[in-house]
């Protein structure tokens, strides 16, 4: 029984990072109506920021924790002045493609820093014996991290739901110009909606770093692990991306649990996901939280 | 459209001819092309990067130093981002160059190269130590002893360091081709008679949590688990057992998991990836290492501070790992030179498979010698078992050779 | 219709069907039959190295990838993700009667043409099976659809044994009439393959734009609910663009296999997939002629930044981390860049081109 709650829990803990994960994702498209696929390469660029900070120039990780949500928050938002401001209203196809040469573009510049091959790793600052709760193990890296991910979900919540900025930021994203009609600037929004993902971005790289130590192909790749979350939970809800992101963790390790190593089936922890979301997608079209939208010819 | 295409690319072809005939000219000496297609970027970059920084600063060094007099090798090295469809592009490229010897990367390119390489007769070293790549070919030579005979004699050694009944094993490989060479080997040998249980075969994926598949591994009485993979899955699994409490203090101990691994799973990454978790960590691999110290890795370290590497790529068992192959293709051209020779395909050939006995070429970045004959393909075939102790990989005991090996070959 | 049919400096159609020729004047037709014959005959002109024949080879597998790509997301607005699992499936078919019959077997090496239809087939197939749930979901949900389904690819060939875990299943040489094609007229004698598919496969596209099945595919792109009033059965469309656009991809895929001889799942991943997306959008959406364009501009952009690498490489000792930048950083950039200020591709330069000669040397 241990055995299934040990599981229950891993799932819950890789869940809610995938949430984190998929949470800057979420807040782009919510405002803006934009998948960005090059998430990931944020992620990794917010990781890489904070190691660097760290190790080469001495600061405290806190610090450096902090500093490089800050940086990333600018780079994002500087990113979407110069690529994407461009293509407010342009087909849906154009704006994917515009993030994946993003992507690529980030690639070529994460290439040109040592960063670009070869494992990293944060120095040690948490406690190393883990914490075991009737034979229930999670380390003090994974409990932080799921820690730092419900702060932040919880506080993008609150933003969302009560700041004036957050409320212009969803009306944004309801109807363009009405909420330019009733003054927001929706430039603005967008810009910050891409600041704040990329804060949470770097949250994300941070905590994944510190879990599967720093290594570029394995950090941008959750821009695309995720992708089955943030559909799953209807892409533009934030709560929807938590409980889509629990459940994929779940689903997940219960895959990697009972299906590896049985009916000579291996590595289905990478494809479950996919499978389930497909299956969930032909009977809600939209995922489980999001929206059904009404079209008219 | 193409023929303006081709105009230009005709153009710039002579254009590239002329330059080489202009470079050789003033060199005075002879140059060979050789060309090197690896993974700088993409999957297992983290191997391939230090890898092609070794090749490229000791053929540097052998030019440098005049090891084959007047003459000098032209290495050219390419990225291919662990893509077949790349390597088959640079290896035509560089045949047309006229390259003389081939140094691939990935175990995917040479299983798939293979019959290109048959065809154009061409000797070709990789960096991949697959056994598969010896079946049906004549003309690919591993530097070191493949992966089966690393994963069989970590198995070897189990087998002789248990205490109690038959050891249980479990094997952690890499999705791929390369993660999956050992196996069917291993498998061969344990039917041979070598004395361990296989109990699991785990393919690992880009897992976050090891939790499941460890406690599972626990409840079926597994006390060691062989890797073959890259370093970061093994570190995460580790410091998954370290806050598990799984991981055994001493080599075998009962009721906790000894882990071990292969080639590319080890290295000073992997102890800065999972820190103390990577205390007692068996690794077997057939290069000398750094942190033991050695005339060989003073030679490798003055190497690398010769060119400027950083402390992290001049400890690299990867680094050492390119420049062995270097040394070797090196060594293969001085003597074909010595003999007389025109250095091209067939005699740098005829050189690698007579490197035995006493004509066995010893480099200072192994921990034996490299013996190949036109029977045996894999270059060194002693291995090394080090563990970490105190953060850093350390002998244990004396270089070995697989015995099960031969058995099952 | 003018009398001269050599020089049209206007719109003569006065039925339908003339609008519909597949040349509007003799002089397009004679541009276009040059075109062919100076794409059949330069090879035996200029002795081209392995190298450059496997690129120009792979520039047009591409090509045929691309083309099936245009049709589903360029025409029919169906947005794949996929696409590189479809020319995968073309290639595993291939291999898998490499698997089955031996890879030297007589089927393999000498009925290829059957071989590269079938793959087709096999593709069309699973476009189709694929494209069901195009029936309920749009826009961003069916693309990601498509990428689950090249994820679910992708752990299939590398688990099942059947496929060799996704290792390199050779496939054997081919036999021409002339007897064994060798090492060295490989690449040469499948240009002259892929250029004949190319060919039948662009007047097929062509042709096909100009039926009621062509302008269906346009008219779901444009407002699916709107085709439906019309009568026309959106669900049917979307499903049969998938299957059409399998069949491009399982012929590339096959004839990939066969001018590789090989097939290795390296070959069909995500990255690949949005490799053709990137192609099918710096050509120009839409268009035939992008598929054209397309391929050329991003393997030779590929191809030239590697030359420049290396030549940057000589005076920047240890700067491999550079010159491996570059890659992806042009190839990053010339999609951004083609977006924001060419959203049309080249194939709108093309268009542009095309109308200024017509009305030469009058402006208006």
Redesign the interface.
Known sequence: MS?FF??V??GI??GS?YALAALGMVLIYKSSRV?NIAHGQIIAAGAFITYFLTVSIGMPIFFSFIASMIITFFLAMSVERI?LR??IG?P???V???T???????????????F??????FP?FLP?E?LSLGGV???WT?LVGVIITFILIGLFSWFFKKSTIGISMRAVSDDQFASMSVGISVPKVFGLAWATAGLSAAAAGCI?GN???L?F??LH?FG??V??VI?LGG?DSILGAVVAGIIMGLIQ??A??YL??NFG???T???MP??I??II??FK???LFGIHEI??? | MKTKKSLFLNALLILVIMFAFTASANAGGKVYKLGLSLAITGPTSDAGNPYSKGVEDYFKFANETKILGEDTIDCTIRDDQYKTDITKRNFEDYMDQGIVLYLNYSTGSTLGLKKDFEEEKIAVIPASFHRGNLENSNYIFLPVASYSEQVISLGEYVANNHKGSKAKVALFLHPSAFGRGPLADTEAAVKAGLNIEIVEVVEHGKDLDNTAMLTRLMSKGVQYVISQTVQSPVATMLKDAHRLGLIASSFGEEGKITFLGAHYTGGNDLIALAAEASENYFWVCSYNLTSENNEGTKQQLALAKLYGRDEKAANSHNYANGIMVAQVSTEAIRRVKAAGLEVNKANIYKMLNGMNGANAYHPYTTVGPVTYSPTDHAGVDMLQIYAVKNGAFKKVGVPIQSEYMKKIQ | MSANSWLATGNFYTTYKQEQKTFSTSLDRSFFTLFLVILFAWPLLFEMSNKNMLVIDNILIAVVAVMGLNLVTGFAGLISIGHAAFVGIGAYTVASFCRTIGDTHIIITHFWPLMIIVSGLVGAGFGAVVGLPALRLKHLYLAIATLSFQMIFQWVINFASFFNQGQTISVGRVFWVTGKVGRDDHYFFWYYIILVVVVLLGFGIRNLLKTRYGRSLIAVRDNDRAADAMGMNPGLTKVYAFALAGFFAGVAGALHAYVYRGVGFESFTLHESIGYLAMAIVGGLGTLNGSFWGPVAIKYLDLQMEHLSEAMGQYLPSGMNLTTAMKPFTFGLVIVLFLIYEPRGIANWWRIAKSYTKLWPFRY
């Open positions: 055995y040990q599981i829990v891993s803990v890789v990072i998948l690529f461009r293509l342009e849906i196809i154009s994917i493609m515009v994946i040469g993003l992507g690529s573009i980030l690639d070529g510049l994460i290439y040109l820093t040592p670009g091959s070869e494992n990293f790793s040690a190393q883990p193990s999670i380390s994974q994944i879990i599967t130590g290594n192909d394995t790749a695309i692990i992708f089955p559909i892409l390790q219960f990697s649990g590896d190593g089936l291996n590595g922890g990478d494809v996919y499978i979301l497909l997608l032909l079209p939209h995922g079209e008219r010819v």
